[in-house]
């Protein structure tokens, strides 16, 4: 009994380990590849009454 709960849990682990793996896998290709950095935040932009770009904490700007 216990070797058939130890046998199922190895087997879960082996299956389970090329999921952890994926994430850096070109779909393409299937090899492996340096995973992408993420994306810097974007910048807001304000604008005042005008048009024109402004610094956001002025008074009458408002973001894009």
Do not use: E, H
């Amino acid at each position: 009994m216990r070797t058939l709960i130890l046998a199922a849990a190895a087997i879960g682990l082996v299956a389970s380990a090329p999921a952890i793996a994926a994430p850096c896998k070109d779909p393409k290709t299937g090899k492996f590849i340096k995973c992408a950095a993420k994306a810097p935040p974007k910048v807001v932009r304000c604008k005042n009454a005008k048009g024109q770009f402004a610094k956001c904490g002025t008074a009458g700007a408002k973001p894009m």
